[in-house]
């Protein structure tokens, strides 16, 4: 199979350069370290939101109607603080990887939709970020490794279990019962869970895909930034 680091013989729409495609994309960087930091990120999140589920289902008792106690709504509030911020890291270093890995197949002249800028924003567009990002990350898949397509099951998977948590998560922050709320919520982590496993996966080899193609293609270790 062709490597996909190679620029084609024909590009599809308006031409660029090998040369100006690499300029433009700010040339071939290796996703080892955004990986290891997002990867980082993204266990913190779930780690912060089983947190605050397990302190709903704990303090349910002291937090409805006229017992509610300070200290116990102080750490569910610091719970659900914590657990905003771990998130918003999560979402930030996995866009910062997911921006610079589409930037690299781009910079190589590899075949894309998506834009770097689209592989991240359509995330943030509402209804549409059910179906888009997971095109956007299929095709970064298939671009970045040549027989990523075999396993795509693993791409398949993250994308399942990332839309029950989605939507397990939504329905727990809606309910007024805490501990209902707890008991949706851990149900939403545990397939958060899931979901991150097999995102950081899919991050691992998407990098790892990368770098071998820019090996094969003959960039040197001082060229890798």
């Known amino acids: 199979m062709d490597n996909p680091y190679n620029p084609p013989a024909a590009n599809y729409g308006q031409y660029v350069s090998p040369q100006d495609a690499w300029g433009r994309y700010g040339g071939f960087v ?9 990867s980082l990120a993204i266990g913190l999140a779930v780690v912060a939101s089983g947190t605050l589920d397990v302190a709903q289902l704990t303090f ?3 937090l409805d109607g006229t017992r509610e106690h300070v200290g116990a709504a102080l750490i569910v509030g610091g719970s659900g603080l914590f657990t905003v ?7 930030l270093c996995y866009c910062l990887w997911l921006h610079r890995a589409a930037s690299n197949v781009h910079a190589f002249g ?14 943030f567009v509402p209804f549409a970020n059910w179906v888009k990002p997971y095109r956007a990350v299929s095709e970064l898949w298939v ?21 029950i948590s989605s939507f397990l ?4 922050g809606r309910i007024s019962d805490m501990s209902l709320a707890g008991t949706i919520g851990l149900g939403g982590t545990l397939f958060t ?8 996966a899919v991050m691992r080899a998407i990098s790892q895909g990368q770098l071998d193609g820019a090996e094969r ?7 890798l930034r």
């Open 193 to 200: 869970a899931i979901a991150a496993y097999f995102c950081i």
């Open 30 to 38: 290796p996703l080892q370290n955004r990986m290891l930091v997002a």
């Open 60 to 62: 349910a008792g002291q």
């Open 143 to 163: 671009a970045s490794h040549p027989r990523a397509h075999r396993t795509k099951s693993m791409l398949d998977a993250w994308w399942a279990t990332w839309i």
């Open 217 to 223: 293609a003959g960039i040197s270790p001082s060229q």
């Open 169 to 172: 998560q939504t329905a727990a």
């Open 85 to 91: 911020l771990a998130h918003l890291a999560a979402a």
């Open 110 to 123: 590899g075949y894309m939709t998506f834009s770097p800028g689209a592989c991240v924003g359509w995330f």
